[in-house]
């Protein structure tokens, strides 16, 4: 059962506008929300995150907005460049477990994002 | 301050072998977690380790263990390979706050 969705495999976004990436999430206890990008075989770089008290966070180009109730979040990246072609990722915070265990990102299968010039 | 880093890069073993694979965290990160990446089924957590224990393993084989040591550096092992372990396995590291930040990964190939 997938906790954390997104539901997009593939977006196309011309140079200079805005992209926006979603997220689902499942589970109302995550507390904690990243935002990776990746290229094929390197490990995901970190872009951007936001904690549940939070419902924005904004650094440069790119915004994450958390939406608790509907249990959504976006990433908005505003302008797209080509150089933001990539595999996004959006990652939730594993629940504290028993001896206070907070390791185990929970990731969505990605967006691949692509920017035409 | 450097980053992750893992060893080797690339691999290629054959089914029924065994595989150790090495993570350095950025320096003052004691925290380490490791991740398998493949097509299928995208990142999935294998473990999760600080001040030399494991903290939390995610819903993988007794074929898959890992350590970690006094200075924060963490093995993983994958004994009687399968082919299905091809994957990129990652290594990410932190300290006290929420970040994992991620290695460039190990690529194994199971013939």
């Known amino acids: 059962d997938q906790q954390v969705k997104q539901n997009s495999p593939s977006l196309s976004v011309q140079e200079g506008r805005i992209s926006i990436l979603n997220c689902d999430y499942t589970?109302?206890?995550?507390?904690?929300f990243l935002w990776y990008k990746k290229y094929p075989a390197e490990g995901p770089t970190f872009l951007i995150s936001?904690?549940?008290?939070?419902d924005k966070n904004e650094d440069g180009r790119f915004t994450v907005f958390l939406n608790k109730s509907a249990k959504h979040l976006s990433l908005h990246i505003v302008p797209s460049q080509p150089g933001d072609s990539a595999v996004y990722f959006c990652?939730?915070?594993?629940?504290?477990?028993?001896?206070?265990?907070?390791?185990?990102?929970?990731f969505g299968k990605g967006t691949k994002l692509s920017v035409k010039p | 301050k450097a980053g992750v880093t893992q060893t080797p890069r690339y691999l290629i073993k054959t089914r029924g072998q065994q595989v150790t694979l090495s993570c350095s965290p950025i320096?003052?990160?004691?925290?380490v977690s490791w991740y398998q990446q493949t097509p299928g089924q995208g990142l999935q957590f294998l473990f999760e380790y600080f001040s030399e224990t494991q903290r939390n393993k995610g819903n993988f084989p007794g074929r898959f263990s890992g350590r970690q040591f006094s200075n924060s550096r963490s093995e993983m092992n994958v004994s009687t390979l399968e082919l299905g372990d091809s994957a990129l396995y990652l290594c990410a590291s932190w300290d006290r706050g929420e970040t994992q930040y991620f290695g460039p990964g190990t690529r194994l190939l199971v013939l």
């Open positions: 936001i904690s549940s008290i939070k």
């Open positions: 990652a939730a915070k594993g629940l504290m477990n028993y001896g206070g265990s907070q390791g185990n990102l929970i």
């Open positions: 320096s003052g990160h004691r925290s």
């Open positions: 589970n109302s206890m995550f507390d904690y």
